[in-house]
């Protein structure tokens, strides 16, 4: 079906098109709703252990975003983000994301569970100048050290717009906050504008993990040299590197050798709700692969 468009323009709409525009608003208007009172709404956060390469040990967590929705079910981050991002909602769900992996962070210190948690970030909101002073007043509510909360940010919204999003940066690493770069690998890095921020640690991105016991001779070769390349880099920068999405032994082997420092991925624990994690911390059904101190300090 053709429909003429603004402008003279003849712009042709499939039928499921429409369907798939009408499914957003749907969905738009129930985030919108759920934004009134995540918690009770099926929002939640999920955290995954991000482990030292040699032995298993956690060292930290990441927040991911999940939505249990009342139809649909379990919906992406993938999905409600991007939909957040374009309807202006994402400053409201970033915030609330920032509060929730706070108040879990002291409920955990009450228990004697010290251990750092990362929150991705949204390009909008590293242009969103009001955020530090928001970030340190839900470390002060709550009493936190900032060293406990870090960022993630990909690669690609790091190199976005680089003065903007530094001085953003930059006042985040003022408080004391933690910074690493997401899906390493995926973007084109400005070498020298990597060296210039307030970075600790860098993730590289799942696909080169995957490829290394994956595809062809030449495939695997070709993630093993451009991790090797990775790490290199970041330890020459002084830089934690990460390798995120480790489902296999192999793959951790092959990490290991290449001196990968820390690693994430089903291997280890799959996301799970933060009791889940306390029960594991106390040694309930922890995961086999995943070591965990007694009162793990955050490294
Ligand atoms: P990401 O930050 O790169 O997160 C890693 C994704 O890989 C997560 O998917 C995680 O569940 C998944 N994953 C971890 N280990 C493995 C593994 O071994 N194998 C495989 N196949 N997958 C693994 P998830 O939770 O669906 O999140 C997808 C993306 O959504 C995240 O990518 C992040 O970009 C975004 N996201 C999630 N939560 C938030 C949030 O609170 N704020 C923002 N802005 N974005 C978020
Ligand atoms: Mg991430
Ligand atoms: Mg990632
Ligand atoms: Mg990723």
Same mark, same amino acid.
């Given at each position: 079906?053709?429909?003429?468009?603004?402008?003279?323009?003849?712009?042709?709409?499939?039928?499921?098109?429409?369907?798939?525009?009408?499914?957003?608003?749907? #969905?738009?208007?129930? =985030?919108?709703?759920?934004?009134?009172?995540?918690?009770? +709404?099926?929002?939640?956060?999920?955290?995954?252990?991000?482990?030292?390469?040699?032995?298993?040990?956690?060292?930290? #967590?990441?927040?991911?975003?999940?939505?249990?929705?009342?139809?649909?079910?379990?919906?992406?981050?993938?999905?409600?983000?991007?939909? *957040?991002?374009?309807?202006? #909602?994402?400053?409201? =769900?970033?915030?609330?994301?920032?509060?929730?992996?706070?108040?879990?962070?002291?409920?955990?210190?009450?228990?004697?569970? %010290?251990?750092?948690?990362?929150?991705?970030?949204?390009?909008?909101?590293?242009?969103?100048?009001?955020l530090p002073s928001r970030v340190r007043a839900r470390l002060e509510e709550h009493q936190l050290p900032a060293g406990q909360l870090?960022?993630?940010?990909?690669? +690609?919204?790091?190199?976005?717009?680089?003065?903007?999003?530094?001085?953003?940066?930059? *006042?985040?690493?003022?408080?004391?906050?933690?910074?690493?770069?997401?899906?390493?690998?995926?973007?084109?890095? +400005?070498? +020298?504008?990597?060296?210039?921020?307030?970075?600790?640690?860098?993730?590289?991105?799942?696909?080169?993990?995957?490829?290394?016991?994956?595809?062809?001779?030449?495939?695997? *070769?070709?993630?093993?040299?451009?991790?090797? *390349?990775v790490v290199r880099l970041a330890h020459a920068l002084g830089l934690h590197v990460l390798a995120e999405g480790v489902e296999t032994?192999?793959?951790?082997? %092959?990490?290991?050798?290449?001196?990968?420092?820390? #690693?994430?991925?089903?291997?280890?624990?799959?996301?799970?709700?933060?009791?889940t994690l306390t029960r594991w911390a106390v040694g309930e059904d922890c995961p086999p692969a995943l070591r965990i101190d007694p009162? %793990?300090?955050?490294?």
């Amino acid at each position: 079906e053709a429909k003429r468009g603004g402008g003279g323009r003849i712009v042709f709409f499939a039928p499921s098109m429409e369907v798939d525009a009408r499914d957003q608003m749907e #969905l738009l208007g129930d =985030l919108r709703r759920a934004l009134e009172d995540p918690s009770a +709404s099926g929002l939640m956060l999920h955290y995954q252990p991000k482990v030292r390469a040699i032995d298993g040990t956690l060292i930290g #967590l990441e927040a991911l975003l999940r939505w249990q929705h009342p139809r649909r079910g379990w919906v992406s981050p993938l999905q409600f983000v991007n939909l *957040a991002e374009r309807s202006g #909602l994402i400053d409201r =769900l970033g915030d609330w994301v920032i509060r929730e992996a706070c108040a879990q962070l002291a409920t955990w210190r009450a228990l004697g569970l %010290v251990v750092r948690v990362a929150v991705n970030l949204s390009v909008l909101q590293l242009r969103d100048v009001g955020l530090p002073s928001r970030v340190r007043a839900r470390l002060e509510e709550h009493q936190l050290p900032a060293g406990q909360l870090m960022f993630e940010i990909t690669e +690609s919204t790091a190199m976005q717009d680089v003065e903007a999003t530094l001085h953003i940066l930059d *006042a985040l690493a003022a408080l004391g906050t933690e910074l690493s770069i997401d899906d390493f690998g995926t973007g084109y890095s +400005s070498l +020298s504008y990597l060296r210039r921020l307030p970075v600790r640690e860098l993730k590289i991105d799942r696909s080169f993990v995957r490829d290394l016991d994956e595809g062809d001779e030449r495939q695997r *070769a070709d993630a093993r040299a451009i991790v090797e *390349a990775v790490v290199r880099l970041a330890h020459a920068l002084g830089l934690h590197v990460l390798a995120e999405g480790v489902e296999t032994p192999a793959q951790r082997q %092959v990490l290991v050798q290449l001196g990968c420092d820390e #690693l994430q991925g089903y291997l280890f624990a799959r996301p799970v709700a933060g009791e889940t994690l306390t029960r594991w911390a106390v040694g309930e059904d922890c995961p086999p692969a995943l070591r965990i101190d007694p009162g %793990v300090a955050a490294a």
